[in-house]
């Protein structure tokens, strides 16, 4: 079992920036593709961006690309999210999600761990 833990949400400006965090436990985090889901009130959840299991291939969805960054850190068992220039439509519940599949996958499916979301809120 996995269990993780995001942090690093907030209330921000519209052009600020945030950091979310994703602790997992276990020692198995970097046999797992991770990625971040977000979901806005109303609306279904949606894929983000993912990472592969050694870091070396990444996929962000369009609306994203450009301002949003993910990393992880093995050692640490920590996926990041780096948000920048963030904008009111990036206001969501954020999750961090666990894959065993190979690569990158936009699947919410294909996620076998998620976390229980960490609230962010862009003003205008």
């Known amino acids: 079992q996995v269990q993780l833990v995001e942090s690093g949400g907030g209330l921000v400006q519209a052009g600020g920036s945030l950091r979310l965090s994703c602790a997992a436990s276990?020692?198995?985090?970097?046999?797992?593709?991770v990625a971040w889901f977000r979901q806005a009130p109303g609306k279904e959840r949606e894929f983000v961006v993912s990472?592969?299991?050694?870091?070396?291939?990444?996929d962000y969805a369009d609306s994203v690309k450009g301002r949003f960054i993910i990393s992880r850190d093995n050692a640490k068992n920590t996926p990041y999210l780096q948000m920048n220039r963030l904008r009111p439509e990036d206001t969501a519940v954020y999750y961090c999600?666990?894959?065993?599949?190979?690569?990158?996958?936009?699947?919410?499916?294909?996620?076998?761990?998620w976390g229980q979301g960490t609230q962010v809120t862009v003003s205008s």
């Open positions: 990472i592969s299991r050694s870091g070396i291939s990444t």
């Open positions: 276990g020692r198995t985090f970097s046999s797992y593709a």
């Open positions: 999600a666990l894959s065993s599949a190979w690569g990158t996958t936009r699947v919410p499916q294909a996620y076998n761990y």
